[in-house]
């Protein structure tokens, strides 16, 4: 809403500007050719040299001040809003450059952790295997058998967290 206003604002301003100008055009050629009847000259291309001199001068102050300078104050702003933007640019990318890299080492770290948790799981369950086949040597007493379930337990749960390792969860 605010963006209309000021655009609405700036667009009046220069319409406001080119009446000016063309009003001043009209009143400073009417006064113009005032001096011109007073002045008694024999030759036209004497009198339209003297009237176009005249034009500009009364002129080019008037224009300077209602074109010339509105316009580069607002180059001024567009340079310096250009400027902002191609700072912010670059610390924007500067910024995503580092996110990336800071996921980059995250996702190795996480990547590091799943293969040392798969090199402890697998010798976890190499040792279980050991163990069940130690308890099997041993023969099945009673003992033996509560150590069988406990190790179907934690092969369970191992097959569980295989399955999901984000998981963890145990069997009670």
Same mark, same amino acid.
């Given at each position: 809403m605010l963006s209309l206003k000021i655009k609405s604002?700036?667009? %009046?301003?220069l319409y406001w500007n080119l009446i000016?100008?063309?009003?001043?055009?009209?009143i400073t050629e009417a006064v113009v050719?005032?001096?011109?009847?007073?002045?008694?000259?024999? %030759?036209?291309i004497i009198e339209a040299l003297i009237d176009s001199s005249l034009l500009i001068l009364i002129l080019l102050p008037l224009l300077y001040f209602l074109i010339i300078s509105p316009l580069n104050t607002k180059v001024e702003k567009l340079t310096n809003?250009?400027?902002?933007?191609t700072?912010?640019?670059?610390?924007?990318?500067? %910024?995503?450059?580092?996110?990336?890299?800071?996921?980059?080492?995250?996702?190795k770290q996480a990547h590091n952790n799943m293969l040392e948790r798969k090199k402890i799981e697998k010798e976890l369950l190499d040792k279980v295997h050991e163990l069940l086949?130690?308890?099997?040597?041993i023969g099945m007493g009673k003992k033996a058998n509560e150590a069988k379930l406990s190790i179907k337990r934690?092969? %369970?749960?191992?097959?569980?967290?295989?399955?999901?390792?984000l998981c963890l969860h145990f069997n009670k």
């Open positions: 604002a700036n667009i %009046s301003h000016l100008v063309v009003a001043a055009i009209f050719i005032l001096i011109l009847s007073t002045i008694t000259t024999h %030759s036209i809003a250009e400027e902002t933007l700072k912010k640019q670059v610390e924007l990318q500067e %910024s995503l450059n580092k996110r990336t890299e800071d996921l980059t080492k995250a996702d086949h130690y308890y099997q040597i934690i092969l %369970s749960n191992l097959s569980d967290i295989k399955k999901n390792p």
